[in-house]
């Protein structure tokens, strides 16, 4: 039995010399009663004097106060803390492969006695300071709202995509750039908790979706990734696409199933989406090259009047950097002074093709590009909507026009025009101060409010209410308003005493087929006759022969406008046009 006893005790000895931590026995105020060779090579290093004597006393440099849970634990025995990470700072370490960081477990044996664990931790630190660097490098590329891949991990992704070898055919790889058509629309109404719901609840029907039993044959592919690249923007990453027209069955079945509507509460929103296309099979591409690309073309298709996909050409490309470019350079036409006016003649249209050339002149601005020459409004109006230039724009047409009219009066007096049109935008339409910008540069030019007429395409006079009040706080000015384009907008013939508009202008596609085809005489006949009884005035745009102006004459028509009369001219021009013509 004493043999057995020994043995035991020198089995003890040697797990204790070899054990790879550090076992310390200690009293409770920290004096060391007995450590294992590790202990000394682990703490040893950290003992300014080399003394190995009181625990505590070696640590205090490193952690201050582990005396004091030690001292607080009350019961008997226990656990008095596991896992104490210390750090020992660089300049405090007497030697480089001192541990960086310790880890400490501390044990209550009994009434006096504690027993400590101690090992060298830094490898661990290290390892878990890679982990946690990966976590939040996985992080930074996940979208928090959606839990899918954001831009940098769909760029990520699709870089991949793109560089991987593929078969010669049959094997391609796809970029869908899917887009909000209004989602503004949610926020600015329902508020942009429910906009959130809304991202949510399309990130879902897009993953569910994607993988659609209901897919035409052949459109299996090996890789779909979604993720959200942009606040109301998703891309949808295909890779070993079998064909190409494969893809355009994607975007066609995702946009459907996208525009059913989503119930947030008691809400039930339906909206549509506009998606670009790109598609490859061989080169290696630039990922930001690709998903730029994409968008474009999905710009193309929501210009195009949304819920519709486009598939990307370099055209679009191109368009879009002279696009880029006439931004810029609109920016510099404005305070440079590039932009001007022209105005067309309106005349009052009299029995045997006879006109009165002093009914009024529309205003239509002009820009004197330094290398491209004239551009037209087509070219940069929609572009000075978009960037936010177009209520600068917008006002310098309007005091140049109100000034040219009072010029005009005051040299022509009778032979003066009677009325000036100058058009607003939709961006001008929802300024709140647009009522005092106008009341202030009629104020500065001395024109008289009953003399200028405000003219809005039908599409936007017809777009809710906060557009019907800003037109009758117009209205409360004094200034005349003009709905442009009817027939071609949103709006009927059983809707327009809704408008509070003076003057309808019947569209020029109308005028243009009048003298052929019965139907657009009718519906002419018809616009004249539901104006004339709301107190309307019509006028007749696009006037080019004789003949279209004796048939808009014969029903009824008030005003024509149009290339038979005179092109748009300088103002300069009009004080000679109607010397000549009157």
């Known amino acids: 039995m004493s043999g057995e006893q020994d043995s035991a005790y020198e089995s003890l000895v040697q797990f204790l010399y070899r054990a790879p931590v550090a076992l310390i026995q200690l009293q409770k105020d920290g004096s060391i009663e007995m450590l294992n060779p590790m202990a000394a090579q682990l703490l040893m290093p ?27 634990f009350k019961p008997e025995q226990g656990l008095i803390c596991e896992g104490m990470r210390i750090a020992v700072n660089e300049h405090q370490r007497q030697h480089p492969e001192s541990p960086a960081v310790l880890s400490l477990g501390l044990l209550k044996v009994d009434g006096n006695r504690l027993m400590a664990i101690v090992m060298d931790a830094t490898h661990e630190v290290v390892r878990e300071q890679r982990l946690l660097a990966s976590r939040l490098a996985s992080a930074a590329k996940l979208d928090t709202l959606t839990q899918l891949p954001n831009r940098a991990g769909a760029l990520e992704l699709l870089s991949t995509m793109t560089q991987r070898a593929r078969a010669p055919s049959g094997d391609y790889c796809a970029v869908l750039f899917i887009n909000f058509d209004r989602f503004k629309q949610i926020n600015d109404t329902l508020g942009n908790e429910v906009g959130d719901q809304v991202i949510v609840l399309v990130a879902e029907r897009l993953s569910t979706n994607l993988r659609s039993s209901s897919r035409p044959p052949g459109s299996r592919t090996s890789t779909e990734l979604i993720a959200r690249v942009g606040g109301d923007e998703f891309a949808v990453l295909l890779d070993g696409v079998t064909e190409r ?19 947030i509460g008691s809400h039930e929103i339906t909206c549509t989406f506009s998606a670009g296309i790109v598609v490859l099979n061989s080169e290696a591409h ?15 298709a929501k210009a195009g009047g949304g819920d519709r996909f486009a598939i990307f050409r370099q055209q679009m490309r191109e368009d879009a950097l002279l696009r880029g470019g006439l931004e810029s350079d609109l ?17 009052r249209l009299l029995a045997d093709g006879k006109v009165d050339p002093t009914a009024g002149v529309e205003a239509l601005v002009r820009w004197q590009h330094p290398v491209r020459g004239v551009v037209g409004p087509v070219e940069f109006i929609g572009i000075a909507e978009d960037c936010g230039l177009i209520g600068a724009i917008g006002e310098k047409v309007l005091e140049r026009a109100c000034r040219d009219f009072v010029r005009w009066k005051q040299r022509l007096g009778a032979r003066a025009p009677r009325l000036l049109a100058v058009n607003l935008s939709r961006a001008q339409l929802s300024q709140d101060d647009l009522c005092d910008k106008v009341s202030a540069i009629l104020a500065a030019s001395g024109m008289e409010p009953d003399k200028l007429q405000l003219e ?50 019947i569209d020029r596609s109308f005028v243009t087929l009048a003298g052929t085809s019965r139907h657009h005489e009718v519906l002419i006949e018809a616009t004249v006759k539901v104006a004339r009884s709301l107190g309307m005035n019509t006028v007749a745009e696009g006037i080019e022969t004789q003949q279209q102006a004796a048939v808009v004459y014969a029903q009824g028509c008030d005003k024509g406008q149009g290339y038979l009369y005179s092109r748009p001219i300088t103002g300069e021009a009009i004080e000679e046009w109607l010397s000549n013509i009157a």
């Open 46 to 72: 950290l003992s300014a004097d080399g003394d190995l004597v009181n625990l505590f006393q070696v640590l205090q440099p490193y952690a201050p106060g582990l005396l004091r849970p030690c001292a607080n």
């Open 245 to 263: 027209g494969v893809v355009s069955a994607i975007a066609a079945r995702l946009l459907e199933r996208l525009s059913k509507p989503y119930m």
């Open 286 to 300: 630039d990922a930001d090259d690709l998903l730029r690309d994409a968008a474009i073309a999905m710009a193309i």
């Open 331 to 347: 920016r510099y036409a404005i305070e440079r002074g590039e932009l001007y006016n022209l105005y067309q003649p309106v005349v």
């Open 456 to 505: 809005i395409t039908e599409s936007l006079a017809a777009q809710g209410k906060d557009i019907q009040e800003q037109l009758l706080r117009l209205k409360a000015l004094g200034v005349k308003l003009a709905l442009d384009d009817f027939g071609t907008g949103y709006s009927s013939l059983s809707s327009l005493h809704l408008l509070p508009v003076d003057t309808v202008k």
